[in-house]
């Protein structure tokens, strides 16, 4: 059996995997960007040549055998060779040009990015950008992404991580909502106001409630967890809401509220695997998001120092 396995195609490993990791097809298809019929011919490729049943079919979707059981972690194994055998052939590409991928939040992808990619890629002409905007945890050492720009360090081996600024924030409102509803001078003065608030994300709820207020989800009128969709809910008027200065304080349809009060400031990391750290494309990549970056958050915080009036 270790044999047969050892001589199967990698991409019905990988089939295999996907089917077991979602427990469906449908599933499977889209962590694949594959379509199911091709993951259910492959799945099928897989069990003949290796002359057993590793699927059951369930009411709700596809579960493993006792064999297909047995062959889940040698197969991850397996899927952990092959991208560390990727990853290590990457690293050693001294080309300057190339294909580099950066993940960075939602909000940081929108506001922050675009203008820093398209510098980039007036300097370095030959190097290809790919932007993927999620607030998930990108696997670099599955090269799922090359650089990350995350608001938090990241905990996984291999990776170098590095500080590279903080994004101050601040408590924003429409300037239509304020004219309706009046500008509050005080932080006690939004309890009187609508604040826009998150979901399924208890963050605001927390940070309110370290400042002493007990709110609950309810308190919140209006609730979104997407943060362009937040920001934009903020703008049309539907309550005061919080976010990053860098971009909020060009925005002419809002108003910054009591600007003296300092809100705790995101730390902004850049993140790669260690084995494509030194890879020329990605080295300069970083270096130009360490400058880029550093210089949109500096400014935001050199500003916030500056007298108002």
């Known amino acids: 059996m270790d044999k047969a396995f050892s001589q199967t195609d990698w991409s019905l490993i990988r089939a295999f995997l996907a089917v ?24 099928k490729l897989l069990e003949e040549q290796l002359g057993l049943r590793l699927f059951e079919r369930q009411p709700r979707g596809l579960a493993l055998t ?30 300057m040009r190339g294909t580099v991928r950066i993940t960075a939040s939602d909000v940081v ?9 398209a510098k980039i890629r007036r300097i370095e002409p030959d190097i290809q950008i790919e932007l993927v905007p999620t607030n998930e945890s990108e696997n670099l050492l599955f090269r799922e992404a090359d650089i990350a720009v995350r608001m938090y360090r990241s905990t996984q081996l291999d990776v170098i991580t590095k500080q590279i600024a903080t994004a101050p924030m601040g408590i924003y409102a429409a300037k239509s909502y304020l004219e309706l509803m009046g500008t509050p001078d005080a932080i006690e003065d939004l309890l009187n106001h609508t604040i826009v608030g998150y979901d399924r994300d208890d963050r605001i709820i927390q940070a309110m409630r370290e400042m ?9 009128a209006v609730r979104c967890d997407d943060q362009n969709t937040y920001w934009e809910l903020v703008r049309a008027g539907c309550g005061v809401g919080f976010t990053q200065q860098s971009f909020a304080e060009h925005d002419p349809l809002v108003q910054r509220l009591m ?50 009036g």
């Open 20 to 43: 077991a990791e979602t427990g469906s097809l449908s599933g499977a298809a889209r962590s694949l960007s594959q379509s199911q019929p091709t993951l259910g011919r492959q799945v």
């Open 66 to 95: 006792p064999t297909g059981e047995s062959l889940l972690e040698p197969a991850r194994a397996m899927r952990e060779a092959f991208h560390q055998l990727n990853l290590r052939a990457a690293g050693r590409d001294e080309r």
């Open 109 to 117: 992808a929108r506001h922050v990015m675009p203008q820093i990619v």
């Open 212 to 220: 002493g207020w007990p709110v609950t989800r309810d308190f919140f």
């Open 259 to 308: 600007p003296a009060l300092v809100l705790p400031a995101l730390p902004v990391w850049l993140a790669a695997p260690e084995a494509m750290r030194s890879t020329p494309r990605i080295k300069r990549v970083w270096e130009m998001l360490e400058e880029e970056i550093c210089e949109v958050f500096e400014g935001v915080n050199l500003d916030a120092t500056a007298p108002s």
